[in-house]
């Protein structure tokens, strides 16, 4: 059996999510629940399940007061958030799995069989997470990268360009690194679309900042200040021309 303490502040979603442990998961014993930051605290000083179920928002205060007061903590975390798109980008940014309400059973089941075999994020991922939470107008310092055998935490302003790679991405860093992760180029595009990183080709996603000029000739193609060469798509160069042409005003 594996002990849990679901976090919840709204009663409602704090019932349902223990019923359907109890109907789905018998393997999961909920041995306690809190409503608050307070109460999370006083359950976690009893006993440190093997897995927590923990709100972001929380009355009192957020998820994060009660991993601050329990740094140490060796319970797997299922974070549940609201259907908010900067609170899913902010998970995105760190890297770190969520399950998102309202939820199906199928995403409950894929998040509690992650937890059973995840790695702790670290304090870094941790609070990349939330400082990318609590400022979500703000262009995030830094994003976790998922490779096959590791998390690799890097600056966005160290990122030259994106590369597709059948269906992984192949980040371009400033320092000469290559770093390949399991996700789509869509996937990045969608997510740092707002941060100067514009989906030039259906291949490529380029840093705005490390652009030197566009050349129109040979079809159209972009010249990085690393020297390298990228094609520009038929159907993207008005788009680069008019950007390139605003940042440069």
């Not at 995030?140 to 490779?147: E, M, R």
């Not at 990228?230 to 605003?246: A, F």
Request: glycine share 2%.
């Amino acid at each position: 059996m594996l002990t849990a303490i679901i976090v919840e502040d709204m009663p409602d979603a704090l019932h349902l999510l223990k019923s359907t442990l109890a109907a789905n998961h018998p393997e999961i014993n909920v041995v306690d629940t809190a409503q608050s930051v307070v109460e999370a605290a006083k359950a976690l000083r009893a006993t440190q399940p093997d897995i927590l179920f923990l709100d972001i928002m929380l009355g009192d205060g957020t998820g994060f007061d009660v991993l601050e007061i329990f740094p140490d903590l060796k319970s797997k975390i299922i974070f549940v958030t609201a259907s908010d798109e900067y609170a899913i980008r902010a998970f995105k940014f760190a890297a770190i799995d969520y399950v998102l309400k309202p939820y199906s059973n199928d995403e409950l089941a894929q998040a509690v069989a992650k937890a059973k075999e995840q790695i702790q994020p670290n304090k870094e991922r941790l609070t990349i997470l939330k400082e990318t939470l609590s400022a979500p107008e703000q262009k995030p310092d830094k994003i976790s990268l998922h490779t096959l055998d590791k998390i690799i935490i890097v600056s966005l302003d160290d990122i030259i360009r994106c590369e597709s790679d059948n269906n992984n991405t192949a980040f371009h860093l400033k320092d000469g690194q290559k770093i390949f992760v399991t996700k789509t180029l869509k996937y990045f595009s969608d997510m740092l679309k707002n941060y100067q990183f514009l989906r030039v080709h259906q291949s490529h996603l380029v840093n705005l900042q490390c652009i030197s000029a566009f050349i129109k000739t040979d079809g159209g193609y972009l010249m990085l200040k690393n020297g390298e060469n990228i094609p520009v798509s038929v159907r993207k160069k008005n788009e680069v021309m008019e950007i390139l042409d605003r940042l440069h005003r």
